[in-house]
């Protein structure tokens, strides 16, 4: 594959990714006008917590099928589907039962429970199967569909959190169908033991190291409520909103280097992605302060931790491009002990950071944590 193929293949996913989170940005923004705050409250638990299912649904087999799917074909895309709808619905099923919070107080949020946990394995699961196939652009068009969500909410208002709920599911559903429909050769419920077998282990490690960097992410807006409290809350989760968008095409780059394995691209990528930081860091130093109110004024406050946020890219794509290396060479071990590094260090430091320079700490906890990552890379990898 050569620079401009693996170039293409990354803008869709960044691009898919972007239109994704933009949507995500707008709909609670749309939403905290719609619905009281004790509504909202129920509803982002519910879909944060969804999305903490949708990683552990995955079992690794998503790097499995990128890397592997010129083998085993129709059946790592039918074994990943099928495998991320059980188990969505499994983890779904346990979090109704543990019901954390009274969450489940009224049915219509059970059974929107289980709607996002369908739609969403599913919506995953697509746009997985659209990477080794060169297909990413029907990512690009599912994530725009995905926005409608934003068109569903005062449809439902009446319904409260339920209603959130419903055009979050609604909004995958519609998605889900075009991917089932242009991907409708490769989707079968069926389990390939071999690629099971063959998928653990390149990428349990992986997923290990996914599900302790995922968890940080999940617990920290529940750590800054209860440290700094609400108006802080709101203003670090726009801020790393942001941070999130400009993580988005180093993540999506390394995705890719993973189909393909060649190590001039990978040297090649360390280049675009140290050029990218270089920009991704004059852009926030020059225009945060913009972008930031457009929120309002009150949001200027996220400022310091996004700049170190930016700061902090350079690591964050190092880390990112050796990991896609180290699962090319099937480098188990470095990779969990890589992700264990920055996920434990994240979630340590941001804390004793936190209680002494605010959310700012967070951005320097990232940072420091990819940092410190970063130093158990391979460099045989560039």
């Given at each position: 594959?050569?620079?401009?193929?693996l170039?293409r293949?990354?803008?869709?996913l960044?691009?898919?990714?972007i239109?994704m989170?933009l949507s995500?940005l707008?709909?609670w923004?749309?939403?905290a006008?719609?619905?009281?705050p004790?509504?909202?409250g129920?509803?982002?638990?519910?879909v944060?917590?969804?999305?903490l299912?949708?990683?552990?649904?995955?079992?690794?087999?998503?790097?499995?099928l990128?890397?592997f799917?010129?083998?085993?074909?129709?059946?790592?895309?039918?074994?990943?589907?099928?495998?991320m709808?059980?188990l969505?619905?499994?983890?779904?099923?346990?979090y109704?039962?543990?019901?954390?919070?009274k969450?489940f107080?009224r049915?219509?949020?059970?059974?929107?429970?289980?709607?996002?946990?369908?739609?969403?394995?599913l919506?995953?699961?697509?746009?997985?199967?659209?990477i080794?196939?060169?297909?990413?652009?029907?990512?690009v068009?599912?994530?725009?569909?995905?926005?409608?969500?934003?068109?569903?909410?005062?449809?439902?208002?009446?319904l409260?959190?339920?209603?959130?709920i419903?055009?979050t599911?609604?909004?995958?559903?519609?998605?889900?169908?075009?991917g089932?429909?242009e991907?409708r050769?490769?989707v079968?419920?069926?389990?390939?033991?071999?690629?099971?077998?063959?998928?653990?282990?390149?990428?349990?490690?992986n997923?290990?190291?996914?599900i302790?960097?995922?968890l940080?992410?999940?617990?920290?807006?529940?750590?800054v409520?209860?440290?700094?409290?609400?108006?802080?809350?709101?203003y670090?989760?726009i801020?790393?909103t942001?941070g999130?968008?400009?993580?988005?095409p180093?993540?999506?780059?390394?995705?890719?280097?993973?189909r393909?394995?060649?190590?001039?691209?990978?040297?090649k990528?360390?280049?675009?992605?140290?050029?990218y930081?270089?920009?991704?860091?004059?852009?926030?130093?020059?225009?945060g302060?913009?972008?930031?109110?457009i929120?309002?004024?009150d949001?200027?406050a996220?400022?310091p931790?996004?700049?170190?946020i930016?700061?902090?890219?350079?690591p964050?794509g190092?880390?990112y491009?050796?990991?896609?290396g180290?699962?090319v060479?099937?480098?188990a071990g470095?990779?969990?002990?890589?992700?264990l590094?920055?996920?434990?260090s994240?979630?340590?430091l941001?804390y004793f950071l936190?209680?002494?320079?605010?959310i700012?700490?967070?951005?320097?906890?990232?940072?420091?944590?990819?940092?410190?990552?970063a130093?158990?890379?391979?460099?045989?990898t560039?």
């Amino acid at each position: 594959m050569g620079l401009r193929a693996l170039l293409r293949s990354t803008t869709d996913l960044t691009l898919g990714t972007i239109i994704m989170a933009l949507s995500g940005l707008l709909f609670w923004l749309f939403a905290a006008r719609l619905y009281p705050p004790d509504e909202i409250g129920t509803a982002s638990a519910l879909v944060s917590f969804m999305n903490l299912v949708f990683a552990l649904s995955t079992l690794g087999l998503n790097i499995g099928l990128v890397r592997f799917h010129r083998i085993y074909g129709k059946g790592a895309a039918g074994t990943t589907v099928t495998a991320m709808v059980l188990l969505s619905t499994g983890f779904t099923t346990a979090y109704v039962l543990m019901n954390p919070g009274k969450v489940f107080e009224r049915p219509g949020l059970i059974v929107g429970a289980y709607l996002l946990g369908l739609f969403g394995a599913l919506y995953n699961a697509l746009g997985f199967i659209s990477i080794p196939l060169c297909r990413t652009e029907v990512y690009v068009k599912m994530s725009t569909l995905y926005g409608l969500r934003v068109v569903f909410l005062p449809i439902f208002r009446g319904l409260k959190a339920s209603g959130m709920i419903l055009a979050t599911s609604l909004g995958l559903a519609i998605a889900s169908a075009l991917g089932l429909t242009e991907f409708r050769e490769q989707v079968s419920f069926t389990i390939d033991v071999e690629f099971i077998k063959e998928s653990l282990a390149l990428s349990l490690s992986n997923y290990l190291g996914s599900i302790v960097n995922v968890l940080p992410l999940y617990l920290m807006p529940t750590i800054v409520l209860v440290e700094l409290g609400k108006a802080r809350t709101g203003y670090y989760y726009i801020g790393f909103t942001i941070g999130n968008l400009m993580m988005t095409p180093i993540v999506a780059l390394s995705t890719i280097l993973i189909r393909d394995g060649e190590k001039a691209l990978f040297r090649k990528s360390l280049a675009l992605v140290l050029s990218y930081w270089v920009l991704a860091v004059v852009g926030i130093f020059w225009l945060g302060k913009p972008i930031l109110e457009i929120f309002g004024g009150d949001y200027l406050a996220a400022l310091p931790m996004l700049k170190m946020i930016a700061l902090g890219l350079g690591p964050f794509g190092l880390v990112y491009i050796g990991i896609s290396g180290l699962t090319v060479k099937g480098a188990a071990g470095r990779i969990l002990a890589i992700n264990l590094v920055r996920g434990l260090s994240f979630l340590i430091l941001g804390y004793f950071l936190l209680t002494r320079q605010g959310i700012t700490g967070i951005g320097v906890a990232w940072a420091l944590a990819h940092l410190l990552a970063a130093l158990l890379l391979d460099p045989k990898t560039f």
